[in-house]
């Protein structure tokens, strides 16, 4: 069988996923949330986890670990007609959630707040749920920002390939949601808290600005925005002191063009100044363009022509 199916499978799952979020935060980040919105919030949110997991497990493990037995002996051909009309049988989510959480290592408080969730939806779905927690709205905010950071930007924005310098969430929330969202208390603060836990080094993110972006071990991009889910490459992600406000190890510069004494585009995260800055190849230094430091630097490799 061809690749075709399953990528099929996999596009449609994403885009349903994302649908799920931005149907649900729409509910959740309204003005003046009901009764109906958080309901809403509460089935959205469960169905993104749901199609979320299978979507992990299919990159990780292939089209038949979330399909039923029935169909692994179907051509491709009948699969395709039975994803479009609706009438392919998938796993149950307890098989796709145990697989994700054992491989991406969830925290404990990650697992609990999924079940929860899990659990206000299965009451809603099966008993209407007539008093809704107090604590609900809060509750899937917290778990957008833990849950969402850690699984969801690498699988929605962009696909499964490397994604850098880009604001991952407000592609799949849309700029006037995105907002919305930022300006959450709830939201942002969870994402500032979990920042600190999960990475030594915290700065103020170049997209967002919230003090949110933070180095980490995990996932598929190695410096990241907690709240709005902005990323660097490993060639992106190089830091420097800001020879403006002198702010150390805050100036990130274009590490990728930075060879050879190019000039290079540079965002100090202290004084938010931008700026072209050259980086010495004899010590390492970072230096504004046309500076004095530039043309000594330039000087002592014999590279200066009086500019």
């Not at 969430?169 to 969870?190: H, R, T």
Request: charged share 25%; glycine share 6%; proline share 3%.
């Amino acid at each position: 069988m061809s690749d075709i199916f399953e990528n099929l499978l996999a596009k449609t799952l994403a885009e349903s996923c994302r649908a799920y979020i931005r149907h649900g935060a729409e509910h959740l980040f309204a003005k003046s949330p009901t009764r109906d919105d958080l309901l809403q919030a509460v089935l959205n949110m469960q169905g993104s986890m749901e199609v979320m997991a299978k979507l992990y497990q299919l990159k990780t493990n292939g089209w038949k670990s979330i399909l039923k037995e029935k169909h692994h002996d179907e051509p491709e051909a009948e699969l395709i007609k039975k994803l479009n009309t609706g009438k392919l049988k998938t796993t149950g989510y307890e098989d796709s959630k145990k697989h994700l959480i054992k491989r991406r290592d969830l925290e404990i408080v990650d697992d609990e707040l999924l079940s929860k969730l899990q659990g206000y939806r299965n009451a809603i779905a099966h008993l209407g749920l007539p008093v809704l927690p107090s604590e609900i709205n809060d509750e899937i905010k917290k778990l957008m920002v833990r849950v969402l950071n850690a699984l969801a930007w690498e699988a929605l924005a962009g696909g499964w390939t490397e994604i850098f310098l880009e604001n991952r969430s407000s592609i799949v929330f849309g700029p006037a949601l995105f907002a919305m969202v930022m300006a959450d208390k709830c939201y942002v603060n969870e994402a500032i808290a979990l920042a600190h836990e999960k990475s030594d080094k915290v700065r103020k993110c170049p997209e967002c600005w919230k003090p949110t972006f933070g180095e980490v071990d995990f996932g598929d991009l190695p410096v990241l925005c907690f709240c709005c889910g902005y990323g660097l490459a490993e060639m992106m992600a190089k830091f420097a002191k800001c020879p403006i406000c002198r702010g150390e190890d805050n100036l990130f510069y274009d590490a990728a063009n930075a060879g050879n004494m190019n000039p290079v585009g540079a965002i100090c995260l202290d004084c938010r100044q931008n700026m072209d800055v050259v980086v010495c190849q004899e010590c390492g230094g970072v230096v504004l363009k046309y500076s004095d430091n530039w043309q000594r630097h330039l000087a002592h490799l014999g590279k200066y022509e009086g500019k």
